[in-house]
């Protein structure tokens, strides 16, 4: 029988004039990006997180510290696909993940598939992403960053996953 875990992550950068500003391994065309070690991209930070602590292999700054200049400038995408290697190296799959965008911009509706095609073919399953403001409330709200929230299932082996855990028909009651 196989065994699941959850993992949730979060993630939040500062909003910096002149910086690049990609979610999702995506570009958007906006005049403030995310100031970070790496390219802060909070979407597939906050991913990262979810997997590795779902799996029980810590955090991003035990893998990639912001004190290495390794990482310095990484793509994002790179740490994820770096880090789903070694949760798959420990026996883990991904089942799916949810991940929530926290600001009052950019708009991602838009690009929502883009995002998920991009995350997904990294992360090695289903991820789906959404996003909601603060209502002006908080360093979001204000305008000075974004944040991100992931939740992952991971399982323990290989298994195909329909409607119902394990693939199997939701029981008739």
Do not use: C, K
């Not at 991003?60 to 510290?65: A, D, M, R, Y």
């Not at 026996?91 to 598939?113: K, M, Q």
Request: aromatic share 6%.
């Amino acid at each position: 029988m196989p065994e699941y875990r959850v993992g949730a992550g979060f993630d939040a950068h500062a909003l910096e004039e002149g910086v690049p500003l990609v979610l999702g391994g995506v570009a958007f065309d906006h005049p403030r990006g995310l100031a970070g070690h790496s390219d802060g991209d909070v979407l597939a930070h906050a991913l990262v997180d979810a997997i590795l602590g779902a799996a029980g292999l810590g955090d991003i700054g035990s893998l990639f510290p912001s004190d290495d200049p390794q990482w310095s400038g990484a793509s994002s995408l790179d740490l994820l696909a770096r880090a789903y290697d070694d949760v798959r190296a420990a026996g883990w799959e991904l089942v799916n993940a949810d991940v929530i965008l926290i600001g009052e911009e950019p708009r991602i509706a838009g690009r929502r598939g883009e995002l998920e095609q991009r995350l997904s073919a990294v992360a090695g399953g289903p991820v789906s992403v959404r996003a909601t403001t603060t209502d002006g409330l908080g360093f979001t709200g204000r305008g000075e960053g974004l944040a991100a929230q992931a939740v992952a299932l991971l399982v323990s082996e290989p298994a195909t996953h329909g409607s119902y855990a394990g693939g199997r028909e939701r029981p008739r009651r």
